[in-house]
């Protein structure tokens, strides 16, 4: 199959191109232009295209899906320009969605978990209903897929990437304290990157469009759990801090899902998963 895969720099962009290629597909891969340049992103050699814009809508062109990951990633910059998260999130998923229609393609496009609570937490998770929103009204074939806490490699902490797992590793590999602000027991569904792109293939292989499904191990683990069994991994003697306090607005909840959805997919254990991120991130700082 042939791929569009935009947001190629970030974590979860990077890591589905650079293993649906291994897999014998063919892969477009498009960043932000003026974006921030990762290292671990250079191999893919992707090209410097606004999905937003025209020349996006042109690469659709022969490719059987396009799996949009460009966006406003985290909490914390939407709340700083929700303005921008609008358009990020949502504005440039109608883009692709015209092109989808034009070319006969279909668009996968990764939501988050946030965005089913009632009422919405913060203004990261709007904009990523918006983009669901425009998925259900549009009349080309798209499916929104809700992630859990999807973490694995790709995910650089010192390189901006956002998640518990990926700081509490910086900091174990660092041998620095392990800092976990607000409710230390709150929980997340923490998924392995590699079996949530094993997922998005499948979606797309067996054309399962129309659809709004939740990528999920179906596990609740708590933070204190998830930073004792990265320190393991690790080796680590870092302290473990749970300083408490107020967070941001959504911050401070759970989210998980009750059991797994559709489609079923492979999944390794947590800890299994965590171990393999932890041996990627020391071979990653290895690298010239």
């Given at each position: 199959?042939?791929?569009?895969?935009?947001?190629?720099?970030?974590?979860?962009?990077?890591?589905?191109?650079?293993?649906?290629?291994?897999?014998?597909?063919?892969?477009?891969?498009?960043?932000?232009?003026?974006?921030?340049?990762?290292?671990?992103?250079?191999?893919?050699?992707?090209?410097?295209?606004?999905?937003?814009?025209?020349?996006?809508?042109?690469?659709?062109?022969?490719?059987?899906?396009?799996?949009?990951?460009?966006?406003?990633?985290?909490?914390?910059?939407?709340?700083?320009?929700?303005?921008?998260?609008?358009?990020?999130?949502?504005?440039?998923?109608?883009?692709?969605?015209?092109?989808?229609?034009?070319?006969?393609?279909?668009?996968?496009?990764?939501?988050?978990?946030?965005?089913?609570?009632?009422?919405?937490?913060?203004?990261?998770?709007?904009?990523?209903?918006?983009?669901?929103?425009?998925?259900?009204?549009?009349?080309?074939?798209?499916?929104?897929?809700?992630?859990?806490?999807?973490?694995?490699?790709?995910?650089?902490?010192?390189?901006g990437a956002t998640g518990a797992i990926a700081?509490?590793?910086?900091?174990?590999?660092?041998?620095?304290?392990?800092?976990?602000?607000?409710?230390?027991?709150?929980?997340?569904?923490?998924?392995?990157?590699?079996?949530?792109?094993?997922?998005?293939e499948a979606i797309v292989r067996n054309r399962?469009?129309?659809?709004?499904?939740?990528?999920?191990?179906?596990?609740?683990?708590?933070?204190?759990e998830a930073a004792e069994l990265v320190r393991?991994?690790?080796?680590?003697?870092?302290?473990?801090?749970?300083?408490?306090?107020?967070?941001?607005?959504?911050?401070?909840?759970?989210?998980?899902?009750?059991?797994?959805?559709?489609?079923?997919?492979?999944?390794?254990?947590?800890?299994?998963?965590?171990?393999?991120?932890?041996?990627?991130?020391?071979?990653?700082?290895?690298?010239?």
């Amino acid at each position: 199959m042939r791929f569009l895969v935009t947001g190629a720099a970030g974590f979860l962009g990077w890591r589905s191109a650079v293993l649906l290629r291994e897999r014998g597909h063919e892969v477009v891969a498009i960043t932000r232009p003026g974006g921030v340049e990762r290292s671990f992103s250079r191999q893919l050699a992707p090209q410097a295209i606004d999905a937003g814009g025209e020349q996006a809508r042109s690469l659709v062109r022969g490719c059987d899906a396009v799996l949009h990951f460009a966006g406003l990633p985290d909490p914390t910059s939407a709340a700083r320009d929700p303005a921008r998260a609008v358009r990020e999130n949502a504005g440039t998923t109608l883009n692709l969605l015209e092109a989808c229609a034009e070319h006969a393609a279909g668009l996968v496009y990764p939501s988050t978990v946030r965005a089913a609570v009632e009422p919405v937490p913060d203004a990261y998770a709007l904009s990523k209903r918006l983009g669901e929103l425009a998925c259900e009204l549009h009349g080309a074939p798209s499916t929104v897929v809700r992630c859990t806490s999807v973490f694995g490699p790709g995910q650089i902490a010192r390189e901006g990437a956002t998640g518990a797992i990926a700081a509490f590793a910086a900091r174990a590999l660092d041998g620095a304290p392990i800092v976990i602000p607000g409710d230390p027991s709150r929980t997340r569904d923490f998924l392995y990157v590699d079996d949530a792109v094993e997922a998005l293939e499948a979606i797309v292989r067996n054309r399962r469009w129309g659809e709004t499904i939740v990528l999920a191990r179906g596990v609740a683990t708590s933070l204190i759990e998830a930073a004792e069994l990265v320190r393991r991994a690790a080796g680590s003697s870092s302290p473990i801090e749970t300083p408490g306090g107020e967070l941001p607005p959504g911050e401070n909840e759970s989210y998980v899902v009750s059991e797994r959805e559709e489609p079923r997919f492979d999944v390794r254990p947590l800890e299994e998963a965590i171990s393999l991120y932890v041996d990627w991130l020391r071979a990653e700082a290895q690298r010239p």
